[in-house]
Each structure stands twice: as C-alpha cells, then as structure tokens.
C-alpha cells in the first residue's frame, strides 16, 4: 500500500488516525458496527467526509449494518502504520520531553520512543522512564545504532536552530518539532511545527469572539 499512502491528503491522515483512537474505544466497548454518521458526530464532521476518507483509502462495507468495527481497524492499521514498528527519538528530556515519552509509550501504537537527548548532565547517561538518555555528541550513533526515523524536538526554543544539522547528518527522515522556534528542513526530511502556544493564543481569540458576541 506503499503508493496508496503517498497519494493521501495529510488531514485525510490525520482524521484516519482519530477514527482508529475512537474504533479502538468502541472496540474495548463491545461494540461490532458503527455507522458513517456516528462516527461524523464524534468528530464534528459530516458522514460524507467519513465516507470520502474510507473510500479514498479504499475501504467498502455492508452500509445496512454499518462498519465493521474491528475489521475497519486493521484496515487503517494497515494504511498509517505499513506493518513495522518506527522508533522515534526525543530530543529534550526537561517536563514535555518527559510527559511525551510517559503518553506514547504503553498505548500499543507502532510508534516507540526508544532513546532520548538531553545537554544536561544529571540526565545523560540515565534512564528515564525506561529510556535510555544520551548526550547530543552520540546522537548519530545512537540513530544508526537504534533505527530512529523520527525525532521529536522538545529542547527550548534557543537551542532549535542548532539541532538541524544533526538531525540531517543522522539520516532522519521525519520531525515533529514542539518548540516555539519554526525549524526548515531540506525535502525529503518531513516536519511539523507545533507551537502550542501559538494554537492556545487561537483558542483563546475565538472563546474571547464568542463571549463578545453574546
């Protein structure tokens, strides 16, 4: 499904990952089938998106019954994970790097945090929470070494811009990047900026828009 997975939109993939996190909720429930337009009212969206998301990754079912629940999930799981582990890196071991590596790891996802970084010395050379914490002089061997693809970025903001030439040097070939500091990557290596204050700050303008419309 390699050229399939190439001709997906990217919030085609993103609403393909919150259906699975929902059919594995309706799944630990005891529930067998569900239909287009619950699985829309979930999300706040509509049944013909839902369907226009499953058809595009070809995907067709018994409507009169709705999906199969368990059926649908390894069908997505096909699609977003290709049948392999990925093991991710996370650069930055300060409150989020820690709060990241405690979410992703346990919850079964083909995603594995298996090697953190950190400049601080009362961490490197540690373990925390079960991960081995480097310093930033061994991260190209430690990639090599564990087959990191991805590295998640949670150093402070000043020390971004430092980090890109290591994470092209090392071969990575994905970057999720939570600091408030955009970080630009050559093509062929996949970024997403996620500024959380920035989307708070959103949040916040329309809840104030809201209340001044009342």
Not at 20 to 30: E, P
Not at 63 to 71: N, P, R
Not at 122 to 135: H, L, N, R, V, W
Not at 140 to 152: K, L, S, W
């Amino acid at each position: 499904m390699a050229g399939l997975r190439n001709t997906i939109p990217e919030k085609t993939v993103e609403r393909l990952s919150e259906y699975r996190r929902t059919l594995l909720s309706c799944h630990k429930q005891g529930i067998t089938h569900i239909f287009s337009h619950v699985l829309a009212g979930i999300h706040g969206i509509t049944a013909v998106q839902v369907r226009r998301d499953l058809m595009l990754i070809g995907f067709s079912s018994d409507t009169k019954k709705g999906y199969d629940v368990k059926v649908l999930i390894e069908f997505i799981n096909d699609i977003l994970d290709g049948g392999g582990v990925m093991n991710i890196g996370v650069i930055g071991m300060g409150h989020l790097g820690q709060a990241i590596t405690k979410y992703f790891n346990g919850r079964g996802l083909k995603l594995r945090i298996t090697a953190a970084f950190d400049v601080d010395p009362a961490k490197t050379g540690t373990e925390i929470d079960g991960i081995p914490c480097y310093e930033m002089s061994e991260f190209e061997d430690v990639v090599a070494n564990n087959d990191i693809g991805i590295v998640i970025v949670s150093s402070p903001a000043s020390a971004a811009s430092q980090l890109v030439l290591p994470i092209i040097n090392a071969g990575i070939k994905g970057v999720l990047n939570f600091t408030s500091a955009p970080l630009n990557f050559p093509q062929g290596i996949v970024v997403e900026n996620y500024d959380i204050t920035t989307i708070l700050e959103k949040v916040a303008y329309f809840v104030r828009e809201g209340e001044e419309e009342r």
